[in-house]
């Protein structure tokens, strides 16, 4: 008796195993993807938009100032603000005179960035808390010989100051 050959491929060949396991990885990798793609989105509009007020603070474009109200659903787009340390804050009378950092006190909105920057010789620290209270752990640049950015996601009054110049001292308001 002959034995029947049969022509095509088996679900257990080799190629067929790793094409099912491809699509697999295909259509779970598309799922994941989308997900994270809905959820960065949800968390922009939550974040970023005032749900106390129903118009928002102004978008900058240029000159032009445009209110966006909570309804149209669109973000606000977050925006970086400098603060400057100041050649004087070296000495320890700055404070007395304002002359340590610019703005010393900064209103900003959630989900802006402020940027210290140092353009002074001497090495500075940006440390949440007070020199009284000591740091709050919130943020904390280390040395910083250029410039220290960071993000404010949440409401709120932050003081900060320098660990090295504790008489170098400011405070940032996140406001929605």
């Not at 400057?84 to 950092?101: F, R, S």
């Not at 920057?117 to 000591?134: F, L, Q, R, W």
């Amino acid at each position: 008796m002959a034995k029947e050959e049969k022509h095509g491929m088996s679900l257990k060949s080799p190629g067929v195993i790793v094409g099912i396991i491809t699509l697999i990885v295909a259509i779970v990798g598309t799922y994941v993807a989308y997900d994270i793609g809905q959820t960065q989105i949800d968390i922009m509009r939550n974040d970023k938009t005032n749900t106390d007020n129903p118009t928002t603070p102004p978008v900058k474009d240029g000159d032009n100032q445009t209110p966006i109200s909570k309804s149209s659903g669109l973000v606000l787009k977050p925006e970086t603000h400098t603060v400057k340390i100041l050649p004087d804050a070296q000495d320890p009378l700055c404070d007395e005179t304002n002359g340590c950092i610019n703005p010393q006190t900064l209103k900003i909105r959630v989900g802006d960035t402020v940027r210290w920057e140092n353009d002074v010789v001497d090495s500075y620290t940006i440390t949440g808390g007070d020199a009284k209270s000591g740091p709050n752990r919130t943020f904390s640049s280390g040395l910083i010989n250029d410039t220290y950015s960071f993000e404010f996601i949440k409401e709120g009054e932050y003081p900060y100051f320098d660990m090295n110049h504790p008489w170098v001292s400011g405070m940032i308001i996140a406001e929605p």
